[in-house]
């Protein structure tokens, strides 16, 4: 990628000192659209004035918690901020032509000496319906009398769909390795 001139770049600080300075009675909202242990995403509106119902430009930003010096203690702030300037760009407080911030422009660099690692899948929890809780119940009285390992296999092969539910902080999984445990297996 090509260098670029950090000094073309407006900062976020200085579009918004021109913002206040030409609407004194505007607004800037920001509100967190998506968190996890790995990123945050922001979103800003901007209002020329304080009683308006409609922004004039809105903002995204994203920033990845660890990816600069910054982001290691402020990730969320960074973000924020971010969001702002972007919708400040969007409504024209971008004066030297250059739509990225100076922060933003940064965060390219940053990211193209050290690429993202790709987010981790998270697997939606599962929640199991009143019968199927029923039947763990069930299964679960009949694992814990279970009187052989061949038993606890035909068990397991009939509920093991329903291995992670619990019944009174106990998964039926946990039970039938517990049972295991028991018959010395």
């Known amino acids: 990628m090509a260098k670029f001139d950090i000094e073309s770049y407006d900062t976020v600080e200085t579009r918004l000192a021109r913002f206040w300075e030409k609407h004194p009675e505007g607004r800037v909202l920001?509100?967190?659209?998506?968190?996890?242990e790995r990123r945050f995403i922001c979103y800003a509106e901007i209002y020329f004035d304080r009683e308006d119902t409609t922004p004039v430009a809105t903002g995204y930003a994203e920033e990845i918690v660890g990816a600069?010096?910054?982001?290691?203690?402020?990730?969320?702030?960074?973000?924020?901020?971010?969001?702002?300037?972007?919708?400040?760009?969007?409504?024209?407080?971008?004066?030297?032509?250059?739509?990225?911030?100076?922060?933003?422009?940064?965060?390219?660099?940053?990211?193209?000496?050290?690429?993202?690692?790709p987010v981790k899948e998270v697997a939606p929890i599962r929640v199991f319906t009143e019968?199927?809780?029923?039947?763990?119940?069930?299964?679960?009285?009949?694992?814990?009398?279970?009187?052989?390992?061949?038993?606890?296999?035909?068990f397991w092969e009939q509920y093991k769909d329903l291995a992670e539910c619990k019944v009174e902080g106990v998964s039926i999984k946990t039970a039938v390795n517990n049972r295991k445990k028991a018959l010395g297996a």
């Open 68 to 117: 600069s010096p910054v982001n290691r203690t402020s990730a969320l702030e960074n973000c924020e901020t971010s969001s702002i300037g972007r919708g400040l760009a969007n409504c024209g407080f971008a004066s030297l032509g250059k739509r990225p911030s100076a922060e933003e422009m940064l965060k390219v660099e940053r990211y193209n000496a050290e690429p993202r690692k």
């Open 131 to 154: 019968a199927e809780i029923k039947t763990a119940k069930t299964a679960i009285d009949l694992i814990n009398i279970s009187p052989t390992v061949m038993a606890l296999k035909a």
């Open 30 to 36: 920001t509100k967190l659209e998506f968190h996890d």
